[in-house]
């Protein structure tokens, strides 16, 4: 049994899609998460800036006595998480692998479209697992840099005209290449399902990075021996690097539960 916290950090308010799904199927897990509200989004930064803050995340993130970390960023996953795990003894989960693994099992044409930042689609990361898994299966990745700067304003709502015409066009190249499940390869990506599921129809499976890699690092923390104790009640800390406020308000509309006065703002360059 091991009651130390697990750490999750992200470029802004996409990671709490995970938080959400390891609050519901970690109940008794405390949580530290961080989102470098400061510096989103990454998805455009180069991969040298783009490790230069991940580890400036992850060193944040253990001042605290972690005893896991999951990357709930795809761009970070796609970019910096082999030289994370190689810098780090703790347990560190990202994003890609999982999510390969589940679009896989649910795709029928093995005809599959990838959304993801710039950056994630320039890593080639998805593509490289998804074809190590299933060399016959077909990739078609779509780059979709106003998404995470769209959600992070709140504009993530069906019947916001402007998210919707955005999604129709990042999309329907997707749906022209006839794909039967689509990776959501940024966190952020989940609060956009309702509108993305309205544009790709009920054919398309979606599969989200965040909530697989949550049950990912379930499974590492069951077969390691880490979870703590079933009969307690985990709790979370919400850190952010610039207003808390305006975390606050988002991720009190995402998580359905009030988070006001439950963030505080610390200084990432510390770090």
Known sequence: MDTRPIGVFDSG???LTAVRVLRRILPEEDLVYFGDTARVPYGGRSRETLLKYARQDL???????????????????????????????????????????????????RR?????????????????????????VEVFCQPCPLFVPLVENGRFRPGDAVIETVAREYLTPLLERGIDALILGCTHYPLLEEVISSVCGSGVALVSAGEESAFELKRLLTAQGLRAPADRRGG???CVSDRAEDFEDVASLFLQ???????RRIDIDQY
């Open 236 to 238: 979370a800390e919400f």
């Open 257 to 263: 539960e009030d988070v006001h006065h439950m963030a």
């Open 59 to 109: 060193r944040f993130l253990r001042s605290f006595d972690l005893k896991a970390v999951l990357i709930a960023c795809g761009t970070v996953s796609t970019t910096s998480l082999d030289v994370l795990q190689e810098e780090n003894e703790l347990p560190i989960v990202g994003v890609v692998e999982p999510t390969c693994r589940r679009c896989l099992a649910v795709t029928k044409n």
């Open 13 to 15: 308010l996409g990671g």
């Open 112 to 136: 599959v479209g990838m959304i993801a930042t710039l950056a994630s689609v320039r890593s080639g990361a998805y593509e490289a697992a998804l074809r190590r898994l299933d060399p016959g």
